[in-house]
């Protein structure tokens, strides 16, 4: 979605990771309709011990790689999950969850049939993505689950209303994807083939409005010395210390750099939302037509 990658750079990346101690590799079997996990199958050949796996399903894509919709059925669980081991090259999955919620089935089955995967020892744990409180707790009546996956950042921070009251309610985990909004708070530069160009953040009036702000902000990374990158992912881990910031990295100097990041103070969040209040980024994080499908963005 953000352009070319490299394989190998990507491999190194991950190794550095591993070495690094970070723990937790998150990918769905949809990313790049495969790619992605053959691609951490080779990475953690001879290091599955050292990393647990999460793992997304039910995005279903064309050979185009277009969206086509979503399929949570018990038995398409199942039929996800052994293609997903094979491309993996491991016997198990850590953490196993919807990527989103299927309107066309009851939350119960979905969880249901995982809980089957479990009790056979192909998965370790359920989590969730993108779904809201009344969906958690319907799910959580079914099996334990020990992880929502949702994005937070300066940028989004409707989960601090309903969801996460919730989660600390019901002492469920989170991984927190889009601490840097797709690169919006560190200023990543958009380049050919980077699907970003067509994002409501990143396009039109938007972007302006946008990049105004995230100069405010980057003038306080300035004199905090830090980079904006390290300050976005800094507010995270200061806002919600049980939760973690799960985040894409590209290159070594990326990965060096969030590997930086300290959680900030209250003072130091206190003048971040003071330049960027709730609700200030212009435009949605995802499309119209997304938004409108996703559990968590409902009232």
Same mark, same amino acid.
């Given at each position: 979605?953000?352009?070319? !990658?490299?394989?190998?750079? *990507?491999?190194?990346?991950?190794?550095?990771?591993?070495?690094?101690?970070?723990?937790?590799?998150?990918?769905?079997?949809?990313?790049?309709?495969?790619? &992605?996990?053959?691609?951490?199958?080779?990475?953690?050949?001879?290091?599955?011990?050292? =990393?647990?796996?999460?793992?997304?399903?039910?995005?279903?894509?064309?050979?185009?790689?277009?969206?086509?919709? =979503?399929?949570?059925?018990?038995?398409?669980?199942? &039929?996800?999950?052994?293609? *997903?081991?094979?491309?993996?090259? $491991?016997?198990?999955?850590?953490?196993?969850?919807?990527?989103?919620?299927?309107?066309?089935?009851?939350? #119960?089955?979905?969880?249901?049939?995982?809980?089957?995967? +479990?009790?056979?020892?192909? =998965?370790?744990?359920?989590?969730?993505? #993108?779904?809201?409180?009344?969906?958690?707790?319907?799910?959580?009546? =079914?099996?334990?689950?020990?992880?929502?996956?949702?994005?937070?950042?300066?940028? %989004?921070?409707?989960? #601090?209303?309903?969801?996460?009251? +919730?989660?600390?309610?019901?002492?469920?985990?989170?991984?927190?994807?889009?601490?840097? %909004?797709?690169?919006?708070?560190?200023?990543?530069?958009?380049?050919?083939?980077?699907?970003?160009?067509?994002?409501?953040?990143? %396009?039109?009036?938007?972007?302006?409005? &946008?990049?105004?702000?995230?100069?405010?902000?980057?003038?306080?990374?300035?004199?905090?010395?830090?980079?904006?990158?390290?300050?976005?992912?800094?507010?995270?881990?200061?806002? @919600?210390?049980?939760? !973690?910031? $799960?985040?894409?990295?590209?290159?070594? @100097?990326?990965? &060096? @750099?969030?590997?930086?990041?300290?959680?900030?103070?209250?003072?130091?969040?206190?003048?971040?939302?003071?330049?960027?209040?709730?609700?200030?980024?212009?435009? $949605?994080?995802?499309?119209?037509?997304?938004?409108?499908?996703?559990?968590? @963005?409902?009232?």
């Amino acid at each position: 979605m953000y352009g070319k !990658t490299d394989d190998a750079k *990507s491999i190194a990346v991950i190794h550095a990771a591993i070495e690094h101690g970070i723990t937790f590799l998150d990918t769905g079997d949809f990313y790049a309709s495969g790619h &992605n996990e053959l691609l951490i199958g080779k990475a953690i050949a001879g290091r599955r011990d050292k =990393v647990q796996l999460s793992v997304k399903f039910g995005m279903m894509r064309g050979p185009d790689g277009a969206a086509v919709g =979503v399929d949570t059925r018990p038995v398409a669980v199942k &039929n996800f999950l052994t293609y *997903s081991l094979m491309r993996l090259g $491991t016997d198990h999955v850590d953490v196993y969850r919807p990527a989103r919620l299927d309107p066309a089935v009851p939350i #119960e089955d979905t969880v249901g049939a995982i809980a089957d995967l +479990v009790k056979a020892g192909y =998965v370790r744990k359920i989590g969730l993505s #993108e779904v809201g409180p009344e969906t958690i707790r319907r799910a959580a009546k =079914v099996h334990p689950i020990a992880d929502l996956q949702i994005e937070y950042s300066i940028a %989004s921070r409707n989960p #601090e209303d309903a969801i996460f009251p +919730v989660l600390h309610e019901l002492g469920i985990g989170a991984t927190l994807y889009g601490a840097l %909004s797709r690169g919006l708070l560190s200023a990543s530069p958009i380049k050919p083939g980077d699907a970003r160009a067509h994002m409501p953040r990143f %396009s039109g009036d938007n972007a302006a409005a &946008n990049a105004r702000l995230v100069a405010g902000l980057q003038e306080l990374a300035k004199k905090w010395g830090m980079s904006p990158g390290q300050l976005a992912i800094g507010y995270v881990l200061g806002k @919600e210390p049980k939760f !973690t910031p $799960t985040l894409g990295m590209r290159t070594l @100097e990326q990965l &060096n @750099e969030a590997l930086a990041a300290k959680p900030l103070t209250a003072d130091q969040i206190a003048q971040i939302e003071k330049v960027a209040p709730r609700g200030a980024i212009a435009g $949605t994080r995802y499309p119209a037509a997304h938004m409108a499908h996703l559990d968590s @963005e409902k009232p």
